[in-house]
């Protein structure tokens, strides 16, 4: 079976630096995914690691080590409507579904 | 808009009842996915489907069944509903991995 663990909450402060961690366990590993979803609406893609290594797209890094079964999302800058759960999800080899986490709930206060 | 449309959106119905929910999916995409999401569970995997078969399955009730029609627009059907199939349903489409899912707006089912 798969494992995949985040936080279930989170807070920070407008303008601020947030890392949300995920940690997988799984056979098969191909490649890692985030959403953020706000409440009642759509997950939309943020991101996607295969490699080893940081991603860097705007306000948002995410960040891989296969061999850790680690990743991260960096969220710089924080600004009101980042208030979302963000969700990790992995793809396994020779599959094109994803196992989603449970989501970590990022409140962002002024 | 992602592209990925579902309907309907709210669907209110008894226990014991029966409805079905319906996804077209972005224009190319020959994947369907759909997933199922609870306060306590996050988001479940149910059934994939490409080009009109079925890809693979997850954690789908023997009640639930799905399936996917010539124009790529794909079915979910809930059978014998209890109050525990109130959720959030999500269709997803894809072209491959790489570019992950593009979700649907959901159908919120109560089942009361």
Known sequence: ?110 | DSGVTQTPKHLITATGQRVTLRCSPRSGDLSVYWYQQSLDQGLQFLIQYYNGEERAKGNILERFSAQQFPDLHSELNLSSLELGDSALYFCASSVDTTDGYTFGSGTRLTVV
């Open chain 1, 1 to 110: 079976g798969q494992n995949i663990d985040q936080p279930t909450e989170m807070t920070a402060t407008e303008g601020a630096i947030v890392q949300i961690n995920c940690t997988y366990q799984t056979s098969g590993f191909n490649g890692l995914f985030w959403y953020q979803q706000h409440a009642g609406e759509a997950p939309t893609f943020l991101s996607y690691n295969v490699l080893d290594g940081l991603e860097e797209k705007g306000r948002f890094s995410s960040f891989l080590s296969r061999s850790k079964g680690y990743s991260y999302l960096l969220l710089k800058e924080l600004q009101m409507k980042d208030s979302a759960s963000y969700l990790c999800a992995v793809s396994l080899m020779g599959y094109s579904t994803l196992t989603f986490g449970k989501g970590t709930m990022l409140l962002v206060s002024p």
